[in-house]
């Protein structure tokens, strides 16, 4: 069993589009985080999310709209897609929420691509 | 408030030592590192608590200046499965990513 899975891998749309990447840990972990890693391998945090709690809302596009229905899954709503969007979109867990986090678990990865 | 990696690449022949360099400027719960190979995900190698406690990877060590807020990564006798990226990611109020630095190790 994979203990972050994300859906879809890969993702190629318009600009204008609006897409939606799905998260889903099995590990009983609290918190959720959605990071943003671009051409330039930066990886930036996003978002993140503790007992459907949002903690950490990081300067983000309003385009950008994270959404947790339960501990276990955490989802991101892209509006409007413009071509600085693509890059890879990695979820993650932990057990713990800021300052006691312990170690991040990544899904494999989003890759959207933006046309 | 991005830590500061250094070097930004590193080439290695097999078998031989590297370091890795992490600052920040803000205080520290801990000091997180990652190794994520190309098209895969980071993958967790060691965590460093304020206080001295740390978990993580049997082969990889690591060391911790809480007062200087820098840390250090030791990679001894390198192997080829360990070319990659490495992230460090300090956590104060959040979990922030160092750009990252490239080591490729040569047979």
């Known amino acids: 069993d994979t203990a972050v899975s994300q859906t879809p891998k890969y993702l190629v749309t318009q600009m204008g589009n609006d897409k939606s990447i799905k998260c889903e840990q099995n590990l009983g972990h609290d918190t959720m985080y959605w990071y943003k890693q671009d051409s330039k391998k930066f990886l930036k945090i996003m978002f993140s999310?503790?007992?459907?709690?949002?903690?950490i809302n990081e300067t983000v596009p309003n385009r950008f709209s994270p959404k947790s229905p339960d501990k276990a899954h955490l989802n991101l709503h892209i509006n409007s897609l413009e071509l600085g969007d693509s890059a890879v979109y990695f979820c993650?867990?932990?057990?713990?929420?800021?300052?006691?986090?312990?170690?991040?678990?990544f899904g494999e990865g989003s890759r959207l691509t933006v046309l | 408030q991005q830590p500061v990696q250094s070097p930004q690449a590193v080439i290695l022949r097999e078998g031989e030592d590297a370091v890795i360099n992490c600052s920040s400027s803000k205080a520290l719960y801990s000091v997180h590192w990652y190794r994520q190979k190309h098209g895969e995900a980071p993958v967790f190698l060691m965590i460093?608590?304020?206080?001295?406690e740390q978990k993580g990877h049997e082969k990889i060590s690591a060391s911790f200046n809480e007062k200087k807020q820098q840390s250090s990564l030791y990679l001894t006798a390198s192997q080829l499965s360990y070319s990659g990226t490495y992230f460090c990611?300090?956590?104060?109020?959040?979990?922030?990513f160092g750009k990252g630095t490239r080591l490729h190790i040569l047979p």
């Open positions: 460093l608590l304020k206080g001295g």
């Open positions: 990611g300090t956590e104060s109020d959040k979990i922030i």
């Open positions: 999310y503790n007992n459907k709690e949002l903690i």
């Open positions: 993650a867990s932990s057990r713990g929420r800021t300052g006691v986090t312990g170690e991040l678990f």
